[in-house]
């Protein structure tokens, strides 16, 4: 029996691309049974657009206003709340679907029964769809041995070292949403629903790029990966703070596993592992001669191989 699916798009003052969107949102081969757009208390027209859009439209669109800002987090907790289908497609605002991408989520949940969600590459655009050359796999360096990981159910080990799961890319299936509902606020909302299913199921990747992921000066999160980025950005964050936010995040993820019992207890030890990495680095010493030690005791003892980005993120421990 063919599954119903819906798409979760939430808006916020996203009238520059929206009906871009919209419209590659109604071109699927395999079109939507819903479109249901969450607007996060726009003021410069979205809401007007998607009412206008949806009078034309071939696929039903429900729209709802929040009376006020929520961000992103809880936009997209209503959003998928609201969801009637059986698989849930998560949906930003200004990129362009390509033709095909329901269709190939659509099979890759029947070729992977055991799948809780799944995740497609994107290529990455300007803002007039120009493609940068890069695509978002690329971009957070997941590999072939990182992609294997996830193949034999080992996703968690993988996103413990850092996010690589795009939001605009994922869909799950909406029986298992009450395990990532309510989404913090403090987390992306990606992120946390990554590591949930992780966790708790399987994601299934799928290879081929399925969206024009767009960039432009408005972006919450980038994804053209360069040196600023990687270097230069970094130096303006309060080190100690974000580590101390991250252990927050982390001990979040870990009671909602424990509450739900969704994790076994070699993933929960990592978890644990993982909170003990940054635990040790939020307890560094102020003064950068004297975190040398520490610092290379972590590397030595695996701690910035098993729960970081690379080992090259011990440079920045040493310099923030």
Same mark, same amino acid.
């Given at each position: 029996?063919?599954?119903?699916?819906?798409?979760?798009?939430?808006?916020?003052?996203?009238?520059?691309?929206?009906?871009?969107?919209?419209?590659?949102?109604?071109?699927?081969?395999?079109?939507?049974?819903?479109?249901?757009?969450?607007?996060?208390?726009?003021?410069?027209?979205?809401?007007?657009?998607?009412?206008?859009?949806?009078?034309?439209?071939?696929?039903?669109?429900? !729209?709802?206003?929040?009376?006020?800002?929520?961000?992103?987090?809880?936009?997209?907790?209503?959003?998928?709340?609201?969801?009637?289908?059986?698989?849930?497609? !998560?949906?930003?605002?200004?990129?362009?679907?390509?033709?095909?991408?329901?269709?190939?989520?659509?099979?890759?949940?029947?070729?992977?029964? &055991?799948?809780?969600?799944?995740?497609?590459?994107? %290529?990455?655009?300007?803002?007039?769809?120009?493609?940068?050359?890069?695509? !978002?796999?690329?971009?957070?360096?997941?590999?072939?041995?990182?992609?294997?990981?996830?193949?034999?159910?080992?996703?968690?080990?993988? /996103?413990?070292?850092?996010?690589?799961?795009?939001?605009?890319?994922?869909?799950?299936?909406?029986?298992?949403?009450?395990?990532?509902?309510? %989404?913090?606020?403090?987390?992306?909302?990606?992120?946390?629903?990554?590591?949930?299913?992780?966790?708790?199921?399987?994601?299934?990747?799928?290879?081929?790029? /399925?969206?024009?992921?767009?960039?432009?000066?408005?972006?919450?999160?980038?994804?053209?990966?360069? &040196?600023?980025?990687?270097?230069? &950005?970094?130096?303006?964050?309060?080190?100690?703070?974000?580590?101390? &936010?991250?252990?927050?995040?982390?001990?979040? /993820?870990?009671?909602?596993?424990?509450?739900?019992?969704?994790?076994?207890?070699?993933?929960?030890?990592?978890?644990?592992?993982?909170?003990?990495?940054?635990?040790?680095?939020?307890?560094?010493?102020?003064?950068? /001669?004297?975190?040398?030690?520490?610092?290379?005791?972590?590397?030595?003892?695996?701690?910035?191989?098993?729960?970081?980005?690379?080992?090259?993120?011990? %440079?920045?421990?040493?310099?923030?």
């Amino acid at each position: 029996m063919t599954p119903t699916i819906s798409i979760a798009l939430c808006t916020y003052n996203g009238a520059a691309f929206l009906v871009e969107q919209l419209e590659s949102l109604t071109r699927q081969e395999r079109q939507p049974d819903e479109i249901v757009v969450c607007d996060d208390h726009s003021h410069d027209g979205t809401a007007d657009i998607v009412h206008r859009f949806a009078s034309q439209s071939p696929v039903p669109i429900r !729209l709802f206003i929040n009376p006020a800002n929520l961000g992103t987090a809880r936009n997209f907790n209503r959003a998928i709340s609201l969801c009637r289908g059986e698989i849930i497609a !998560l949906c930003d605002q200004d990129d362009c679907w390509l033709p095909t991408k329901l269709s190939r989520i659509e099979s890759e949940f029947a070729r992977t029964p &055991a799948a809780v969600g799944v995740f497609s590459d994107g %290529i990455v655009v300007d803002r007039t769809l120009k493609p940068l050359k890069q695509r !978002l796999w690329h971009v957070f360096a997941l590999t072939p041995e990182k992609l294997a990981a996830f193949r034999r159910r080992a996703g968690s080990e993988v /996103l413990l070292k850092h996010h690589m799961i795009t939001g605009a890319t994922m869909a799950f299936l909406s029986a298992y949403r009450s395990w990532v509902l309510p %989404i913090p606020p403090n987390w992306h909302h990606d992120a946390w629903i990554g590591l949930v299913f992780a966790f708790g199921g399987e994601w299934a990747p799928i290879e081929e790029p /399925l969206i024009l992921y767009r960039q432009h000066a408005a972006n919450q999160i980038g994804g053209v990966l360069n &040196a600023r980025t990687r270097w230069i &950005a970094p130096l303006k964050i309060n080190r100690r703070a974000f580590l101390a &936010a991250e252990i927050d995040r982390f001990l979040q /993820l870990y009671r909602r596993l424990r509450q739900l019992n969704l994790a076994s207890p070699e993933q929960l030890a990592a978890l644990v592992g993982k909170l003990e990495h940054l635990l040790r680095l939020r307890q560094l010493p102020t003064a950068r /001669l004297r975190r040398i030690r520490p610092i290379w005791h972590e590397l030595a003892q695996g701690g910035y191989d098993r729960f970081a980005r690379t080992r090259l993120t011990a %440079i920045k421990d040493c310099i923030l």
